[in-house]
């Protein structure tokens, strides 16, 4: 199945700006299962998504959306890391002039995309959107751990901007200082969302990664997840930094991790996810802030 169920010449990996890699995992999970099904749900409700853009009002997928196959999942976390790290550099997925979405699995999936987007361009910065810091130096017995996620991209990059964080351990806030005081939480960009998207801006350069966990939202927005979070963010004030973000920055590349689906009717995480992936599409192909 391929994103957005696009015809053949509009998902051509060859040609393709957008480029979807699925990565289904969960090996680390400490919570909820189900991570591991967030891909292919997420691909499966894709084609209920508009392809036109409403703010912007074009069709994202003239630029060609591209569905490759899974990365499978390995038998461990430190193998999985490697999987991932080798594949999308065999693939060459972060080409200039192209973005490669992949769609997690958990969040312990982005060090090895951060590693490879660091090697291709220098000063990357990482625009992470989570409930979670994920800055434990490791956690539950292993470094690879989705909640050591954002501690290990910290090795490939130092420029990290952290949205939405609303929970994190005293290690994390001891350890961390100085990125405990650059959280933007939920309740700052309630108080004052300009000063905010101004520190947001200002703090990234050129180059960035998005990794998006889907428990930034509330989980009231974003129910399927592993780790709910209460208080957490909207779909307007999300899309709303992306988008002033898309048009200032270049996008490198971009992850929607930690989604997994509820089963039944309620498909309400995976909509929000494929409908994310639909809106970044528009935003990095389109860029500008003023929409008619
Ligand atoms: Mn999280």
């Not at 017995?141 to 351990?169: C, D, W």
């Not at 971009?254 to 309620?266: M, S």
Request: hydrophobic letters at 40%; one cysteine or more; proline letters at 7%.
């Amino acid at each position: 199945m391929s994103f957005f169920y696009l015809p053949k010449e509009l998902s051509d990996p060859a040609t393709a700006k957008f480029l979807v890699q699925p990565v289904p995992y969960e090996g680390t999970v400490s919570f909820l299962k189900g991570t591991i099904n967030g891909p292919d749900a997420i691909i499966a409700v894709s084609n209920q998504v508009e392809h036109f853009d409403e703010e912007l009002l074009f069709d994202m997928t003239q630029a060609g959306v591209a569905t490759l196959p899974s990365i499978p999942p390995a038998n461990s976390p430190d193998e999985q890391f490697d999987r991932i790290y080798q594949t999308v550099r065999n693939r060459n997925l972060f080409q200039r002039g192209r973005i490669p979405i992949f769609l997690g699995g958990e969040h312990s999936i982005t060090p090895p995309l951060v590693r490879v987007a660091s090697e291709e361009y220098k000063e990357i910065s990482v625009l992470q959107f989570d409930a979670h810091a994920d800055l434990r130096d490791s956690y539950t017995g292993t470094k690879f751990s989705h909640g050591s996620a954002m501690r290990r991209v910290l090795e490939y990059t130092p420029n990290l901007v952290q949205v939405g964080i609303r929970s994190f351990s005293e290690e994390e806030f001891r350890d961390c200082p100085d990125r405990v005081r650059q959280f933007i939480t939920p309740v700052l960009l309630d108080k004052d969302y300009s000063f905010c998207l101004d520190q947001i801006l200002h703090k990234l350069t050129g180059q960035i990664y998005i990794t998006i966990d889907i428990d930034a939202f509330d989980p009231a927005f974003a129910p399927g997840t592993g780790t709910p979070e209460p208080g957490g963010l909207s779909w307007r004030t999300v899309t709303d930094i992306l988008k002033h973000v898309c048009a200032a920055k270049n996008v490198v590349g971009i992850d929607i991790v930690e989604v997994a689906p509820l089963g039944g009717n309620n498909v309400i995480t995976e909509f929000m996810a494929a409908r994310l992936a639909g809106k970044l599409m528009a935003y990095n192909y389109n860029k500008q802030t003023n929409c008619p």
